[in-house]
T-cell receptor, first 114, second 115 residues
Framework: AQSVTQLDSQVPVFEEAPVELRCNYSSSVSVYLFWYVQYPNQGLQLLLKYLSGSTLVKGINGFEAEFNKSQTSFHLRKPSVHISDTAEYFCAVSVQTGANNLFFGTGTRLTVIP | NAGVMQNPRHLVRRRGQEARLRCSPMKGHSHVYWYRQLPEEGLKFMVYLQKENIIDESGMPKERFSAEFPKEGPSILRIQQVVRGDSAAYFC?????????????FGPGTRLTVT
């Protein structure tokens, strides 16, 4: 079975500071990895995805993530955050074969402080 | 290209009533997924459908919940005899038929409140 752990439920950070949101996963088979962002009372928007290839993945809004297979991690980073980045961020995984459903972490609420 | 559409956006039902949630996938997408988000939690997979077929319903509660994706029209998630614990946000996602079903694109969700 697959599981996703987002260790930090809340991350406050000052505007223009860098941020890292942590994600670790557990799986006995190869996985695909995703980060989604959810703004208040809205649906989920895909930030970036890792399906194969380069382990450093660049997404929208200046975010990037690095897949580390040995540490089973897929941490999300941004060098300089804006007020508009305040939102809930979800890490998700899916197995590469078989079921297509996504397994989500419990989310990290990023609050950017002016 | 319109995104995934869900309606209604908000739905209030009394205990014992039925709730019907609709999802129209993105154009060209033939795979639909339903997820439920309880307050302060992440999304939990419920069911995966293709046109006229349920592929994986391992996340669906055994009773009162059903889903369909007919040949024509939107996918529907139906909850019979709703209870307070059904109050949640229900999200639909769709994906194209190729590329292994990824990535999944999400709709804005339906927020169900059971009073």
């Amino acid at each position: 079975a697959q599981s996703v752990t987002q260790l930090d439920s809340q991350v406050p950070v000052f505007e223009e500071a860098p941020v890292e949101l942590r994600c670790n996963y557990s799986s006995s088979v190869s996985v695909y990895l995703f980060w989604y962002v959810q703004y208040p009372n809205q649906g989920l928007q895909l930030l970036l995805k890792y399906l194969s290839g380069s382990t450093l993945v660049k997404g929208i809004n200046g975010f990037e993530a690095e897949f580390n297979k040995s540490q089973t991690s897929f941490h999300l980073r941004k060098p300089s955050v804006h007020i508009s980045d305040t939102a809930e961020y979800f890490c998700a995984v899916s197995v590469q074969t078989g079921a297509n459903n996504l397994f989500f972490g419990t989310g990290t609420r990023l609050t950017v402080i002016p | 290209n319109a995104g995934v559409m869900q309606n209604p956006r908000h739905l209030v039902r009394r205990r014992g009533q039925e709730a019907r949630l609709r999802c129209s996938p993105m154009k060209g997408h033939s795979h639909v997924y339903w997820y439920r988000q309880l307050p302060e939690e992440g999304l939990k997979f419920m069911v995966y459908l293709q046109k006229e077929n349920i592929i994986d319903e391992s996340g669906m509660p055994k009773e009162r919940f059903s889903a369909e994706f007919p040949k024509e029209g939107p996918s529907i998630l139906r909850i019979q005899q709703v209870v307070r614990g059904d109050s949640a946000a229900y999200f639909c996602a769709s994906s194209p038929p190729l590329a292994g079903g990824f990535p999944q694109y999400f709709g804005p969700g339906t927020r169900l409140t059971v009073t």
